[in-house]
């Protein structure tokens, strides 16, 4: 807190709060849009900040968003290109460059709906993603989460499930398919290698019904994004998406737990305004350049 504090200088228009609980980010970025503030800065993870681009986009507020990315996973982080290093991740949070980024409106089985400006998915990541709740200190962050991979791997059965993607559809039997507005998730997973969060697409992969081996064996291909090769990877984009299914598939958000299907996406172009700085982005796996 002094740190951030020392940063802040004679700011006396802004407020430093902490969040205690699940719920408390949103409360407090729709709380800021409300009482005028330009701009919200996040000090977390993928979780947090999921939280203050609901509570900003439920206020339609025009207020900005600042990251600075300290969770275990910080995937919109790097698929936006924001430094990891404190100093400058808070120089770029609090700087006047911006990006408007795509926003991606989710609803569940429930009827639950939720914002989200990373990735979610349906089946065995979604598992996986329930599985992580559980873990704290090192097993939240990549190690643990290859170990729970590997563990959830075990016990799980690949799903047959219905997809429409802007009206057309097709059934699948998958292990997984991702949702992604950015290209990575899973704490570094390259899921989505030519993911743009500001094309007004979303990207989706569907992972085929390969076998536990198979998916063993991709597992390092996910974090080089070279998965996408496989014969049983398939990379599709569309602005509505559509997964029917078994009411016992999981779904997340972010890689927070978000119900069970069906699931029903669709993306809001350039939603939401982003503090970033322009950044070279990384060439794809499948093709040299965009």
Avoid at 274 to 289: G, K, L, N, Q
Wanted: include cysteine.
């Amino acid at each position: 807190m002094p740190w951030l504090r020392e940063r802040l200088g004679p700011r006396p228009e802004a407020r430093i709060e902490v969040t205690g609980r699940p719920g408390d980010a949103e409360a407090l970025a729709a709380d800021a849009a409300g009482a005028g503030h330009d701009r919200v800065i996040v000090i977390g993870g993928d979780g947090t900040v999921q939280e203050a681009v609901n509570g900003l986009l439920a206020r339609e507020s025009p207020a900005e968003l600042g990251i600075v990315p300290l969770g275990s996973g910080n995937d919109l982080a790097r698929s936006l290109g924001l430094p990891t290093e404190l100093g400058s991740a808070w120089r770029v949070a609090v700087g006047r460059e911006t990006r408007s980024i795509d926003v991606a409106r989710a609803r569940n089985g429930d009827g639950t709906e939720r914002w989200f400006a990373s990735a979610g998915g349906i089946g065995f990541d979604a598992q996986v993603a329930a599985a992580m709740i559980e873990r704290s200190g090192w097993q939240a962050g990549r190690g643990g989460y290859l170990l729970t991979t590997l563990n959830e791997l075990r016990r799980f059965s690949n799903r047959p499930i219905r997809l429409t993607m802007d009206g057309s559809s097709s059934d699948h039997d998958v292990l997984l398919v991702a949702i992604a507005n950015g290209a990575y998730y899973g704490g570094g997973m390259r899921i989505a290698p030519d993911a743009e969060p500001d094309d007004g697409l979303l990207d989706v992969c569907i992972v085929g019904d390969i076998s536990r081996l198979t998916a063993i064996r991709q597992l390092p291909n996910l974090y080089r994004g070279t998965h996408v090769r496989h014969p049983q990877v398939r990379m599709n984009r569309g602005r509505t998406i559509e997964v029917d299914g078994d009411g016992y598939t999981r779904v997340h958000l972010d890689g927070e737990q978000f119900g069970s299907l069906p699931l029903r996406v669709a993306i809001h172009a350039r939603a939401l305004e982003v503090a970033a700085s322009a950044a070279p982005r990384e060439p794809s796996a499948t093709s040299p350049t965009r």
